[in-house]
């Protein structure tokens, strides 16, 4: 029996810069049953021209972006949720991709039908889904001790708010940091809310990039390192 999620039904848009490349997502996009309609646009600007302000989620090759996500994504409709799509994660990249305000990530080299299904349920369900190597790589540098700037004021977290950064990096959604945390989703809501507050901060993965750059989960993560093995 299907649940609710798995019968809601999804809009998504997307570019591609290579025709042979927008025929393949045609096809990819016509076998995914969650998929409601698509628009397919042939590059980024006849995209944000024309994408309909009710799209669920908007797919983009972050490669086929003339600039940065954070300043690309912001002109996309605020209703929909965006997808960035990594041909790989390198090392001096991983900062670069945390930063971007987007809702989700997947590598190309992961991209089929059932993979993308699923993203894109995530996605909708609010969570912000990333590649296991992109995950790894965040922790990794997470675990590297920084520094503030100088005259920079401290960013103040509640032991609480702490140990919900820390799950946040790690890449899980409310209703699975509640269950970590034996709390409501409601109350996780609101943790989260005050830390997007806090961090001055637009969406989760800029509030991880963040935290990461200032030492937040550095601080954070060796009281709380049992959520993470757990």
Same mark, same amino acid.
């Given at each position: 029996?299907?649940? $609710?999620?798995?019968?809601?039904?999804?809009?998504?848009?997307?570019?591609?810069?290579?025709?042979?490349?927008?025929?393949?997502?045609? #096809?990819?996009?016509?076998?995914?049953?969650?998929?409601?309609?698509?628009?397919?646009?042939?590059?980024?600007?006849?995209?944000?021209?024309?994408?309909?302000?009710?799209?669920?989620?908007?797919?983009?090759?972050?490669?086929?972006?003339?600039?940065?996500? $954070?300043?690309?994504?912001?002109?996309?409709?605020?209703?929909?949720?965006?997808?960035?799509?990594?041909?790989?994660?390198?090392?001096?990249?991983?900062?670069?991709?945390?930063?971007?305000?987007?809702?989700?990530?997947?590598?190309?080299?992961?991209?089929?039908?059932?993979? =993308?299904?699923?993203?894109?349920?995530?996605?909708?369900?609010?969570?912000?889904?990333?590649?296991?190597?992109?995950?790894?790589?965040?922790?990794?540098?997470?675990?590297?001790?920084?520094?503030?700037?100088?005259?920079?004021?401290?960013?103040?977290?509640?032991?609480?708010? #702490?140990?919900?950064?820390? =799950?946040?990096?790690?890449?899980? $959604?409310?209703?699975?940091?509640?269950?970590?945390?034996? =709390?409501? #989703?409601?109350?996780?809501?609101?943790?989260?809310?005050?830390?997007?507050?806090?961090?001055? $901060?637009?969406?989760?993965?800029?509030?991880?990039?963040?935290?990461?750059?200032?030492?937040?989960?550095? #601080?954070?993560?060796?009281?709380?390192?049992?959520?993470?093995?757990?």
């Amino acid at each position: 029996m299907g649940t $609710s999620t798995e019968l809601q039904k999804i809009s998504v848009a997307l570019s591609s810069e290579n025709e042979f490349r927008r025929l393949g997502f045609e #096809q990819l996009l016509k076998r995914i049953a969650v998929i409601d309609s698509f628009a397919i646009y042939r590059n980024a600007a006849e995209l944000v021209a024309n994408v309909r302000t009710d799209t669920d989620v908007i797919i983009i090759p972050i490669k086929e972006l003339d600039e940065a996500p $954070s300043l690309f994504i912001p002109r996309l409709p605020r209703r929909s949720r965006t997808l960035l799509l990594l041909n790989g994660v390198p090392d001096e990249c991983v900062s670069y991709i945390a930063a971007a305000p987007a809702h989700g990530f997947l590598s190309e080299h992961e991209l089929c039908a059932e993979t =993308l299904s699923l993203t894109l349920q995530r996605m909708v369900a609010g969570d912000v889904p990333m590649p296991h190597e992109l995950t790894k790589k965040l922790l990794k540098l997470a675990s590297e001790p920084h520094n503030n700037g100088p005259g920079q004021a401290p960013i103040h977290l509640t032991p609480r708010e #702490q140990e919900v950064l820390v =799950l946040l990096v790690e890449g899980l $959604s409310n209703k699975q940091i509640a269950s970590r945390l034996t =709390l409501s #989703q409601h109350s996780i809501k609101r943790l989260v809310t005050n830390i997007l507050a806090k961090l001055n $901060s637009p969406n989760r993965t800029s509030a991880v990039a963040k935290a990461i750059n200032e030492g937040l989960v550095y #601080q954070t993560a060796t009281p709380t390192s049992h959520h993470i093995a757990s």
